[in-house]
């Protein structure tokens, strides 16, 4: 469970790690942490009941198996500019500025 939302979790037969992933919009992407809560299918159905009772922290009557803190540094914004734009005007503005030197070294 992410922000009050209950996600899936897809767990490794091999290795036994969980694997958990989820979308949000890009305007509440900010930078934050997460807490990231696994529950096993009597937990989850425990937080569920609690929730639909009306409890208001429903983490006091279900206990996770184990919560996970991922940080967040939020969405990078763009600049109005690629890189290869900018690369690219550079390129031209050397290859004008060599051949202004190449005619006058002609004349």
């Avoid at 979790?9 to 989820?22: C, D, G, L």
């Avoid at 919009?25 to 937990?43: K, R």
């Avoid at 922290?57 to 900018?86: C, D, R, W």
């Amino acid at each position: 469970m992410i922000n009050s939302q209950i996600h899936h979790v897809a767990t490794s037969e091999e290795t036994s790690k969980y694997q958990v992933s989820w979308q949000s919009d890009h305007s509440d992407d900010g930078s934050q942490t997460f807490d990231v809560h696994i529950y096993d299918e009597e937990g989850i159905a425990s937080y569920r009941s609690a929730v639909e009772g009306g409890n208001s922290s429903p983490h006091t009557t279900a206990k996770p198996l184990f919560t996970v803190n991922h940080y967040h540094q939020g969405v990078s914004k763009k600049t109005p500019f690629s890189a290869e734009t900018i690369l690219l005007l550079a390129s031209i503005a050397a290859l004008y500025y060599a051949t202004v030197l190449k005619g006058q070294f002609k004349s």
